[in-house]
């Protein structure tokens, strides 16, 4: 399931690529994180790891387990990066980001 970036992370790849990306490579990249969950989800595992505070779903920052369901939450954090361009909670102090997850 990981993308293999030459930038390093996904942002550093969307931060020097967002532009020049047309949405066939975004929509191509963002199907191969989807099927790279989808076989994770197929074998019972769960990822749960996104690296970073905005990509967790809030019924885990309310204290519940990560399952499959909060992966693709953490994936839905993903496509909305690669269609804004944009960090998750951009605009939001840092502090403020877990409050605002879980109140939605």
Not at 30 to 48: D, F, M, T
Not at 54 to 64: D, I
Not at 68 to 77: A, L, M, R
Request: with cysteine; hydrophobic share 35%.
């Amino acid at each position: 399931m990981v993308m293999q970036l030459k930038e390093g992370s996904l942002r550093q790849h969307l931060n020097n690529n967002f532009i020049s990306l047309n949405w066939k490579e975004k929509l191509f990249d963002l199907q191969g994180i989807a099927y790279g969950l989808r076989e994770i989800h197929n074998k019972g595992l769960i990822h749960h790891d996104f690296h970073l505070l905005p990509y967790v779903a809030p019924e885990v920052l309310r204290g519940n387990e990560y399952t499959q369901k909060s992966d693709t939450y953490g994936f839905g954090i993903v496509a909305y990066e690669f269609c804004t361009g944009l960090p998750p909670y951009y605009d939001i102090p840092h502090d403020s980001v877990p409050t605002r997850i879980v109140k939605g």
